[in-house]
């Protein structure tokens, strides 16, 4: 919540204005996996208008040295992971399951791996699918409009914009297994697909 509240009012520094639909998506019973777009590190002031109570990030190891961004994020209880090591992601990944699940804490998740500011989605990675089914939590997609009309990711210049965030239905997986992750990561990916394109005005 500190955080949060340090970090709402740069937007008006950026000239940036959040247009934001179905938080009461985020009104679950227990914990849930979130997981949503990433285009830049202008998403952090976008994730500040929507962000739960009770709910932490993944994020890659490399972002803990980042300055003061780093700082935040570590404050923030962001959970670093080092996709280097595949068995060491995978064990704090099991370490997340039963945490969120005892806890009962939200987890959110970029599923494309890394920012991407092509105004479409990258294919996403799995990671975040078998956990959600290894806890039997919903996952509740999240989708930030493209920030290619005012932002170019070369020259890191952007002018004043709006962005449009919205949170979609919870998608369950109670009773799922790790042979439906493949169907549920298509799931959660074509209607975040589709959600970014009508957001951004673009055709699909």
């Known amino acids: 919540r500190i955080v949060r509240a340090v970090v709402r009012p740069f937007k008006y520094f950026f000239g940036l204005r959040f247009e934001v639909k179905g938080l009461e998506n985020f009104k679950v019973e227990g ?16 994730l500040m208008e929507v962000l739960p109570d009770n709910c932490v990030q993944v994020g890659k190891k490399e972002l803990m040295y980042m300055g003061s961004v780093g700082l935040i994020m570590y404050l923030g209880g962001v959970i670093f992971i080092n996709r280097k090591s595949t068995s060491s992601a995978k064990m704090v990944m099991s370490e997340v399951a039963k945490t969120m ?22 294919p996403f990675k799995k990671g975040a699918f078998h956990l959600a089914v290894q806890a039997q939590v919903p996952v509740i997609p999240v989708v930030y409009s493209s920030f290619t009309t005012f932002y170019n990711p070369k020259t890191k210049l952007f002018t004043s914009g709006k962005v449009k965030v919205e949170v979609l239905p919870p998608i369950e997986t109670k009773g799922l297994t790790s042979d439906d992750v493949t169907d549920l990561s298509d799931r959660c990916f074509s209607a975040m697909r589709e959600t970014l394109f009508r957001l951004s005005g673009h055709p699909s």
């Open 101 to 122: 699940v005892a806890e009962n804490v939200k987890v959110w998740v970029y599923p494309e791996g890394t920012r991407n500011c092509t105004g479409d989605l990258l």
């Open 31 to 46: 914990p849930a996996l979130i997981v949503s777009n990433h285009q830049s590190i202008l998403d952090m002031m976008g």
